[in-house]
């Protein structure tokens, strides 16, 4: 039988973890799974702006019949817009996001989040269907959350246009045995 696997955003203390498959999933000045449009990223008269930093994980809901591995995240490749710069990385820990709620969250950085696989993340752009990043972990013919976290966070530059950003597509990818 095919594994059944959703998208779960980490949020708070807990953490909290909430299936976002499927879903619209916006970067705020608040560590909470849908903000709507509450605390958005204010565009500063100079330097940059944050998001709170957004963790994601698999979870195996049905169980594979035997495993999966070969975990990947990319984007769709597509520029954020100007002044928008989203960095990312997959992380072997989960930390809370932190920040002042409606001005900027805490830069994404491997002393905030330890185990990124980079100090500050990378530009996800660079991640695409044909150069994904590979994101450690695996599953048995089990259920539950597995592999590392992708952490991803947005910067808004004193150049950014006012308004909706256009949507995203982010994708996990896996090979299920």
């Given at each position: ?40 990223i204010p ?125 995203r597509t ?8």
């Amino acid at each position: 039988m095919a594994a059944t696997v959703v998208i779960n955003r980490l949020t708070g203390a807990g953490p909290t973890t909430t299936a976002i498959t499927s879903t619209t999933n916006r970067m705020s000045t608040s560590d909470v799974v849908a903000p709507g449009t509450s605390d958005p990223i204010p565009i500063p008269g100079a330097g940059t702006n944050y998001s709170f930093w957004i963790s994601t994980r698999l979870e195996a809901t049905v169980a594979p019949t035997n495993g999966i591995n070969n975990i990947k995240w990319y984007s769709d490749g597509t520029s954020f817009g100007t002044g928008l710069t989203c960095l990312g990385d997959d992380s072997s820990n989960y930390a809370e996001a932190t920040g002042t709620q409606g001005t900027t969250g805490d830069v994404l950085n491997d002393t905030e989040v330890t185990g990124l696989s980079s100090v500050t993340g990378t530009d996800v752009t660079t991640y695409t269907s044909g150069a994904p990043q590979t994101v450690a972990g695996s599953i048995g013919a089990a259920t539950g959350e597995f592999g590392d976290r992708f952490v991803y966070q947005l910067g808004v530059g004193s150049t950014a246009d006012v308004g909706t950003m256009t949507a995203r597509t982010l994708t996990w990818q896996f090979d299920e045995t």
